[in-house]
């Protein structure tokens, strides 16, 4: 297929290239010049070449799952399966922790949330990321980067640049405003 793909490309790019040297590709008319239409074809054909020719090349890549061994891939599952399941412990606890504060949640009330109400939502989805993030950490299905992470210090009002592995277990930590309560 790639010979194949190979020589069509060849052939189509010798073709304009005759086209050119021959003088032929550009026709003169009464608007200006123009390509010629099988120069245009030519054009057309090479850049589907091209793109069917990187497409295979693409799809012939291995991913980083498929190159491990049977048995890194069984311990790589097995760590992963540690992970979610300490991720889906995590989540019941903030989800229970939520559901002990139900009247935030009721529309009909009316009432608006408070600012500790607000900062406790915050840090509910603040510790979900935090979990997406450490569980797919170096992983060859890693789909969020690290760029920065600011560790709040809530005592002092202030915050401090810190480590890649400080953000990996501040997910652990327990919330400001969960221990207010």
Known sequence: ME???FLLLLSVASIMGGKFVAGSAIKHTARGRRLRRRV???????????LIRGGVYWARQPSP???LSSSEFNLAFEEDLAGYR????????????LATHKEMFDPASGRVLTADEETMLRDAWTTV?????????????????????????EKDQTAVVATKQDFLVSYQRTKWCFAQE
């Open 65 to 67: 799952l498929t190159t």
């Open 3 to 5: 010979s194949i793909l």
């Open 129 to 153: 990321y935090d979990y997406a993030f450490a569980l797919e950490y170096d992983q060859p299905r890693q789909q969020l980067d690290f760029v920065c992470f600011l560790d709040g210090r």
């Open 40 to 50: 245009v074809f030519c054009i057309v054909v090479l850049i589907v070449v091209a």
């Open 86 to 97: 300490e991720f889906d412990e995590g989540l019941d606890n903030n989800i229970n922790y």
